[in-house]
């Protein structure tokens, strides 16, 4: 089973995400920040993708996958960014930390799903 | 001809290699020939010089041998010869011997001696064992032999004679020897002479008797031994002639040796030379060899180089011209090598090629036909595509990356845009009236912001967040367009374009708005029909009797803005109420939209002062909730044939038609207020709690009164069942003013009620009656029919003897009871729980009622009547729980279930929708924040079903209800840490608080348990709102249990009695 890390700062998005992930047959590890998503992802070097919030106390999504891709452990894992606004200048700052794809907030989980089982190659 | 100038061509190569090679083996050729020259002259040399050896090794060893032999041959030759000399001899002597003549001896002895010259001593000499005697003596130093007698001392081995008559002595070393012999013998031996010394061979023989034969002596002489010898003959032959002989062989040998070594050197000599000069000779022959064989091989090869590289570069010139594009040539390379295979190639190529080209050309002047004719085709296909764009009704267009529009563009676009829009930018056309900060906008532009140059993947994710419908203001015309969105990938997969087709659907939409519209009404309508349908007629009538007034209450708490601030938590009360009842009759649609009013009033909570409260929005908000009521009941009225509202519009026509004119007569009025009187019969006419309608209702009542009007039974009995408390209340008051003559003493009263619109409207109402009669006895009919209130009774027992005009009410009243207790016999149960309650109070009021010498026999039909007029039982009203605890617990994805116990009791009708308020609160609460969900109680090993247990016990006039329910309960520790949180209780105090006193926090004004508003129980747990209800309403009081885990229990308990006099202090 692919092994999924979700940071996010809302406990309540992060359940109802994990919940969702976990049906379709996803492991799921959890995050409330970029700091902890950081040192989750080092316990967790298998995890095969990322999906991050953007905007979180501590350190943002985006700081979080640029010290992500300085891992060699991270650096082929593809991130699905959350975020309710995305200028271009987000999306080029996205693409060079290995972001994968942007959804908005709130999602359309069949989608999401979509774009997770796509992305972990099931 | 091109010539071709390759850096380095071929024929070189060949040429500088060949060369290279036959240098470098010849090279190593010439050194390997010298030094096998060299090793073939020193093993020529060796070879000579080591045969002359071996020649001269080789002759001098026949020399030795040869010498040897002839020694031998010669010493064979003097041993026969001596032998035979001596057989033949010593014959001879022994004939002499015996015939012992000496002479003859001597003479023989001399004779051979003398002929023989090699013997160069003879003897003949006797032993008899003790002397040897020598019979003849001669050598070469005594040639005259010695003289006889001389003998032989054997002690010095010396001879001793005489030679001529001198005396001689000389050693002779060989006798004792002889003497030893038995036989002949021959010994090599030196003899010292006057030439020195020299070989000799010392013969000797003895010589025994005479034998017969020579034969037989050596038989003797070797076997027996037995004749001693008589003498011995003895010879020493010289060696010199064998010694000459020798010395000659070797001499010569020696001379043939050095001659032969003589010509050996000059054999080595001559080989060395030659030698040399062979050397010299290959060498420059080997030399010669090598530059002829250079120099042909240096021509050989570039003739062969030249073969070779002649055709090859015909062979290139031709690829050349091919390459040219001259493709016919003429390959004239005829060779039987690969070259020439490659030169057939060749032919063969530039001949298919050149069919190809022919080949190419014919198809090219097809191709060129039909790109013609598909060239015409798409431009007909194109004019379709154009006419077809130009024939849509829709704006067709697609963006890039950039937003700008790009073509084709359909015509259409400009009808809609109402200007040409290939080269703008998409968020100046058709988003240039979004609400650029509203969620959806921000999201398209999201979702445009990261679908260009990505794959499929990302527009899966971002399409459903581009707008599908914009509004447009075109002319200062609001449009409604609706796009589709095509995605265009370019050959990599990544999003190029994106496609849009516009629809301007306003009128369509407005079409269809409509449609949704009446769908939606009729919508809400068939909802709450189907809502309505499931109640029955009674509970619909005190529903609208209920929430009426309270939204009317509402409307004009909400008309104060100056008191705003203060009148908030009575408007969110009578909200709540009206979503409470809401709820619990299953009239969905209202109870939500109160429940979003009353969150809104809650909200304002937090503004600071009513100047920031939109007064305006919270009215709109309140007019909306009433008006909905008012689409339920018109709805209830028209389906249901109950005519509510009607009925209150009728009553408000006659009032206005009788107040707009006064001048009409008696008989207009009575017919006015008779008309009514179907409608007063039936109990909605009384259970409808709005002020206005109260008013109306007790106007109506204090006219037929006034005016001395009889209504029918029926109306009599409802209006017993359902008088208003209210207005009991204050026509009691009011009339012990009256007494006191106080009139100034009520407006006094009325101008400190401001807040209590209700007993202000009842107290007008009540002065316009006293105002209108000067008859008491109207007054006395008025008070008389309030009798039924238990309260009222009270009062007047005890005032009994304060007033004549009360003396006269009880009377009057006694006697109107009568008569409706006689007219219906069968209500009379005595039986009735609640008539305990009267019975209870009975001894005080008949003991006071006995003064007044009232016929007995009066009293059980009008306690009879009391009771049933003023008390309903209780279990009635609770069936409604039965479906609310169902719907709501449904709603909240659990399992709940509600059991009543009791029930029987009965209460004051008055004070049964107060109860009713605090239950569905209660009950509520129970459902929403006490039962868990299925799966935390199966996980706390509880049911999955909780139950909520209502049960009603009775103690004389008092009432208890108990809720409980098996949910989690409450947590004192939660509650305090709530409090001091919220910042109404200090940590120090939460310490002292017990943990009674801490469940208790719960009755604390705006105090929550939850902090997200619920649909079901609205803010928190509305405690304080309860405990209200319970003491105002109620009079009675509230209490809290709680066994975290495993549930709570609510106990409300109140006196059955109605107590007016509370009522009367708060007004006062």
Same mark, same amino acid.
């Given at each position: 089973?692919p092994?999924?890390?979700i940071?996010d ?5 992060r ?14 590890v959890?995050a ?5 998503g ?10 095969k993708?990322i ?6 106390p501590n350190?943002?999504?985006l700081?979080?996958c640029?010290?992500?891709?300085q891992l ?5 894992i593809?991130?699905?960014m ?6 271009e200048?987000?999306?080029?700052k996205?693409?060079?930390v ?9 999602y359309?989980e ?8 796509k992305?972990?190659g099931m | *001809? ?7 061509p071929l024929k070189?190569?060949?040429?500088q ?9 010849f090279?190593?050729?010439s050194?390997?020939v ?6 073939i002259?020193?093993?020529?040399v ?12 080789? &002759?001098?060893e026949?020399? !030795?041998s040869?010498t ?11 041993r026969?010869?001596s032998l035979n ?7 001879s002597l ?12 001597k003479e023989f002895v001399?004779n051979?001696f003398?002929?023989?010259?090699d ?10 064992g003790k002397q040897? !005697?020598?019979?003849?003596y ?7 032999a010695?003289d006889?007698g001389t003998?032989?001392n ?7 004679g005489k030679?001529k008559?001198a005396?001689?002595?000389f050693?002779?070393?060989s ?5 030893g012999s038995?036989?002949?013998k021959?010994v090599?031996?030196k ?8 070989e ?5 023989v003895?010589?025994y ?9 050596e038989?003797q002489v070797k076997?027996?031994?037995g ?6 003959l003895?010879?020493?032959?010289s060696?010199?002639s064998?010694?000459?002989?020798i ?6 040998l020696?001379?043939y040796i ?9 054999? &080595? ?6 030698g040399?000069s062979?050397?010299?000779s ?7 060899a ?12 570039r ?6 590289t ?5 062979l290139?010139?031709?690829?050349q011209?091919i390459s040219?594009?001259?493709?016919k040539?003429n ?5 039987d090598d690969?070259?020439g295979i490659?030169a ?13 080209d022919?080949?190419l ?8 036909? &039909?790109v013609?004719q ?12 154009r ?9 067709v267009?697609s963006i890039n990356?950039?937003g ?9 676009s ?5 200007t040409s ?8 056309l ?5 609400d650029?900060?509203s969620e ?15 794959d ?5 994710? *971002? ?6 419908e914009i509004?447009?203001v075109v ?5 409604t ?13 990544k999003?190029e374009?994106i496609m ?9 939409r407005?079409l269809?708005r409509?449609i949704?519209e ?5 919508q809400e ?5 189907t809502e309505?349908?499931?109640?029955n007629v009674?509970?619909?009538?005190n529903f609208?009797a209920?929430?009426f ?5 509402a409307k004009?708490l ?5 008191s ?16 409470g ?9 209202l ?7 009353e969150q ?5 909570k937090?503004?600071a002062?009513?100047e ?7 009215q709109k908000?309140i ?6 009521i ?8 028209k389906v249901?044939k109950i005519?509510?509202?009607?009925k209150a519009?009728?009553i ?5 038609d009788? *107040?707009?004119?006064?001048e ?6 009575d017919?006015?207020?008779?008309s009514?009187?179907p409608?007063?019969?039936?109990s909605?006419?009384?259970t ?6 109260k008013?109306?209702?007790?106007w ?8 001395g009007m ?13 008088c ?5 209340r ?5 009339? $012990?003013?009256?007494?006191h ?11 400190g009620l401001?807040?209590a ?6 107290? *007008?109402a &009540? ?7 000067s ?9 008389g029919?309030?009798?039924? !209130?238990?309260d009222?009774k009270n009062?007047?027992?005890?005032n009994i003897? $304060?007033?004549p005009s009360i003396y006269m ?6 006697e ?5 207790a006689?007219?219906?016999k069968?209500?009379a149960k ?6 305990i309650?009267?019975?209870k ?6 003991g006071?009622?006995?003064?007044l010498?009232l016929?007995?026999?009066l009293?059980?039909?009008v306690?009879?009547?009391l009771?049933?007029?003023?008390y309903v039982?209780?279990?009635k ?5 039965f479906?609310?605890v169902e719907?709501?617990?449904s709603k909240?994805?659990?399992?709940a279930?509600?059991i ?5 009791a ?6 049964l929708?107060s ?5 569905t609160?209660l009950? $509520?609460n ?7 969900s299925?799966?935390?109680r ?12 209502v049960?009603?016990f009775?103690?004389?006039e008092?009432v208890r209800v108990?809720i409980?329910?098996?949910?989690k309960?409450l ?5 305090k840490?709530?409090?001091i949180?919220k ?16 469940i208790?926090?719960?009755?604390k ?6 902090d997200?508003v619920s ?15 319970v ?7 509230i209490s ?5 885990g495993?549930?709570m ?5 109140f ?5 007016v006099n ?7």
């Open positions: 089973m092994k999924v890390l940071v700062d809302s406990d309540s998005l359940s109802q995400l994990k919940k969702s992930l976990i049906t379709a047959g996803v492991d799921v959890e409330a920040d970029g700091v902890q950081l040192s989750v992802f080092q316990a967790n070097t298998d995890v993708l999906i991050s919030d953007v905007n979180m350190m943002d999504g700081t979080m640029s010290k992500l891709v060699p452990a991270a650096k082929s593809p991130i699905i959350l975020t309710t606004e995305s200028d200048g987000m999306k080029e996205g693409k060079a290995g972001v994968k794809a942007w959804v908005t907030k709130p359309q069949d989608k999401l799903i979509m774009a997770v089982k992305l972990c | *001809m091109e010539t071709l100038n390759a850096k380095r070189r190569k060949l040429i290699s060949t060369l290279a090679i036959l240098l470098i083996s090279s190593v050729a050194v390997l010298f030094i096998g020259i060299d090793k002259g020193a093993g020529i060796s070879l000579v010089s080591n045969r002359s050896e071996d020649t001269t090794k080789m &002759l001098n026949f020399s !030795t040869s040897g032999r002839i020694r031998e041959n010669f010493t064979q030759d003097i026969n010869r000399v001596l057989k033949k001899d010593s014959g022994v004939q002499l011997f015996q015939d012992n003549s000496f002479l003859q001896v001399q051979v003398k002929d023989d010259k013997i160069l001593r003879a003897a003949f000499f006797v032993y008899d040897i !005697t020598g019979w003849h001669v050598d070469r130093n005594y040639p005259q010695l006889m003998e032989f054997l002690k010095t081995g010396e001879w001793v030679y008559g005396k001689v002595k050693e002779d070393p006798v004792k020897d002889i003497i038995n036989g002949p021959i090599e031996s003899l010292q002479t006057a030439d020195g010394e020299v000799v061979f010392e013969t000797y003895p010589v008797q005479k034998f017969k034969d020579i034969k037989e002596m038989t076997s027996a031994r004749k001693n010898p008589v003498g011995y003895r010879y020493t032959i060696l010199s064998l010694q000459k002989a010395k000659t062989e070797q001499e010569s020696k001379k050095t001659d032969i070594e003589g010509g050996n050197k000059q054999t &080595l000599k001559e080989t060395t030379e030659l040399v062979l050397k010299a290959i060498l420059t022959q080997l030399g010669i090598i530059f002829v064989l250079l120099f042909g091989a240096f021509f050989f090869v003739y062969t180089s030249i073969k070779i002649t055709p090859v570069m015909a290139i010139q031709v690829a011209k040219k594009g001259e493709y040539q390959i004239d390379v005829v060779t690969e070259v490659l057939n190639t060749f032919k063969d190529m530039s001949s298919a090629i050149v069919k190809r022919e080949e050309a014919e198809l090219n002047k097809g191709l060129e036909k &039909l013609e598909r060239t015409s085709q798409l431009a007909q296909e194109m004019k379709k595509v006419n077809l764009l130009d024939s849509m009704r829709q704006s267009f990356k950039t700008e529009v790009v073509e084709p563009v359909s015509k259409f400009e009808t809609i845009f109402k829009i290939a080269g703008g930018k998409v968020t100046e058709l988003y240039k009236d979004l650029k900060k959806l906008a921000v999201a398209n532009r999201t979702a445009l912001t990261t679908v260009f140059d990505e499929d993947l990302q527009w899966m994710l *971002m399409e459903g967040n581009l707008l599908r509004p447009l002319d200062s015309q609001k449009r367009l609706q796009v589709n969105y095509n995605p265009i990938f370019d050959e990599a997969g999003l374009q849009y087709i516009v629809e301007d659907v306003t009128e369509e407005e269809k409509q949704e009446e769908r939606k009404a009729n309508k068939s909802q709450v029909l309505l349908a499931s109640q009674e509970d619909i009538g609208f209920n929430v007034d309270l939204a009317q209450n004009n909400s008309q104060q803005p100056q705003l601030d203060g009148n908030r938590a009575e408007i969110f009360r009578a909200l709540h109420t009206i979503k009842n809401a709820k619990v009759y299953g009239f969905e649609k109870g939500s939209y109160v429940h979003d009013v809104y009033v809650v909200g304002l937090d503004k002062n009513s920031q409260i939109d007064c305006d929005h919270l908000e007019l909306h909730t009433q008006r909905l008012t689409q339920y009941c018109d709805i209830a009225e249901l005519p509510f509202k009607i519009l009728k408000k026509a006659v009032h206005n009788l *107040m707009q004119n006064p009409l007569d008696a008989a207009a009025k017919r006015a207020y008779y009514l009187e409608f007063f019969a039936e909605e006419a009384f409808r709690s709005d002020a206005q309608w008013k109306l209702v007790d109506v009542l204090h006219e037929v009164i006034d005016r009889v209504f029918s039974a029926k109306f009599e009995n409802t209006y017993l069942k359902n208003s408390e209210s207005f009991v204050t026509v009691a008051y009011c009339e $012990r003013e009256i007494n003559n106080k009139d100034s003493a009520i407006i006094e009263a009325t101008k401001p807040a619109p209700e007993l202000f409207d009842d107290l *007008m &009540l002065r316009h009656v006293l105002e209108s009669t008859s008491f006895e109207i007054k006395e009919k008025i008070v029919l309030r009798f039924a !209130t238990a009222l009062l007047l027992v005890e003897n $304060r007033s009410f009880v009377i009057r009243a006694f109107l009871v009568n008569t409706y006689t007219n219906h069968s209500i005595v039986t009735d729980p609640g008539f309650v009267f019975e109070n009975w001894d005080s009021i008949s006071k009622l006995e003064k010498t016929p007995l026999n009293w059980n039909p306690k009879e009547c009771v049933t007029a003023n039982p209780l279990r009203s609770l069936a409604r729980y479906p609310l719907l709501t617990s909240l994805g659990k399992k279930r509600l009543v116990k009791g029930g029987e009965f209460v004051p009708n008055d004070k929708e109860l009713n308020n605090a239950l609160h009950i $509520r129970s459902v929403d924040h006490g039962i868990e299925p799966e935390d199966a996980r706390n090993g509880k049911a999955e079903t909780g139950s909520i247990t049960a009603v009775e103690a004389g008092h108990e409980h329910d098996d949910g309960g947590s004192p520790d939660y509650l840490k709530k409090a949180e910042g109404f209780l200090k940590p120090e105090q939460a310490a002292k608080l017990s943990d009674k006193e801490a208790e926090l719960i009755f004004s705006e105090f929550s348990t939850k997200s649909d079901i129980s609205g803010r928190g747990v509305g405690m304080d709102a309860v405990k209200e209800i003491a105002k309403d109620l009079g009675g009081t809290l249990e709680s066994k975290p495993q549930g229990i609510v106990t409300i308990e006196s059955k009695l109605v107590h509370n009522h009367l202090k708060q007004v006062a």
